[in-house]
């Protein structure tokens, strides 16, 4: 399958940014979510709190017509 299925509201996948520069602000991960049935474009960054735990910071962009001109999908073959 290969991003041709409807996915579930209030799901979405992350994938690792395998193509990030070195030192860049890139988004160490990458995907899309469904929320309220809106299509979300997720990044996501590996931070560290001064506890020294790990977290993912995430940012959430709305995938409207512009963006969806300007930005392939991802494809993915998780059958939500």
Do not use: C, H
Not at 38 to 46: F, L, S
């Amino acid at each position: 399958m290969s991003g041709n299925f409807e996915r579930k509201d209030l799901t979405g996948v992350l994938f690792i940014n395998g193509k990030k520069e070195p030192g860049s602000k890139q988004p160490d991960y990458s995907g899309n979510a469904t929320i309220e049935n809106v299509e979300y474009r997720i990044a996501g960054w590996k931070q560290k709190a001064k506890s020294g735990v790990v977290y993912l910071s995430l940012k959430f962009t709305e995938q409207n017509d512009e963006w969806k001109t300007n930005n392939k999908p991802v494809d993915d073959d998780i059958p939500f």
